[in-house]
DNA sequence: GTATTTGCAAAGTTTTTGCACGTGG
DNA sequence: CCACGTGCAAAAACTTTGCAAATAC
């Protein structure tokens, strides 16, 4: 549950053997999306502008878009429009999204891999759980529906 | 395999139903999901284009959130940006989306069902198969990886 | 010192909206 | 006829890009 369940130094680590820079920014942007969880590169500035003025909306996108490809963040598309990053310090996990109350539902990679894995195998195909968003409607909505 | 597997009052039958006007655009639009399989908003505008110039990109956008609504077409997100809509008069079915190729795997509603459905029921949860996209890598692009 | 990174502002892309005109029922 | 739907053009939302100044190393 800690915030900084990543080692102080391994992201740090992550940047310098792949040629990139310590700065500032990227570590802001990274903090940031460990407080939310989830977020999209908005609310990601948003968050990094609470703390401090020294980035820029540019920034913010060149810097997710970094550390994605590192794999200190991992993104999904949570809705509809707008992708979503998370950082990978936690457990890597997919999603359940509710189209009706717009709840979350984490759902522990291994027991994702469990079901999807024997037909992803048969199709060849290695799935991103960690990008895995299954949209639908929660048990709460299918009710109201009715 | 037929084009218009749907039946040609089905979908007439259908907007009247929900109180909307037969229009020849509803038409148009429809046909070229059906005839594209699966389309970006850009290309459905695209397609209809190539038959008649009478119709316009808003009213592309209009008309498929409309039939979306109407459960006479679906949406996925097969590219991290852009809906991608298909025809349900076929099988309702779910994608496997290759990063490498863009390669996207068709697989039937009930095979995703079936390894998806325990994992979703124990969480509550109802996933809309038609709009499931899974991420990730084909095996060829993973045989090039390495 | 110098190659990388940032800020800023401008442009690009995709989608939405307001409103007058057109048209299906 | 008249409410619903369309075209058009403008705006909104979101993301990317070029370049000079700043900075990590």
Redesign the pocket.
């Known amino acids: 549950m800690s915030p900084m369940a990543t080692e102080p130094t391994q992201w740090q680590a992550r ?2 053997e792949s ?8 570590e802001l942007v990274l903090a940031a999306v460990q407080t939310l969880g989830h977020a ?3 609310e990601v500035y948003a968050e990094v502008r609470t703390h401090s003025d ?6 913010v ?3 997710l ?2 550390l994605d490809e590192l794999g200190l963040i991992h993104h999904a598309h949570l809705s509809d ?3 979503t990053y998370h950082s990978t310090s936690g457990h890597e996990h997919s999603h359940l999204v509710c189209r009706g109350c717009r709840k979350v539902i984490s759902v522990e990679r291994s027991d994702m891999e469990a079901a999807l894995g024997p037909l992803a195998e048969r199709e060849g195909f290695e799935p991103d759980y960690g990008h895995l968003a299954v949209f639908g409607t929660c048990r709460d909505c299918a009710r109201d529906d009715a």
Do not use: F
């Not at 020294?54 to 920034?59: Q, Y």
């Open positions: 940047l310098r040629g990139h820079r310590l700065t500032p920014q990227r999209t590169p908005d020294a980035i820029n909306l540019s920034t996108y060149r810097t878009e970094l429009r707008a992708p």
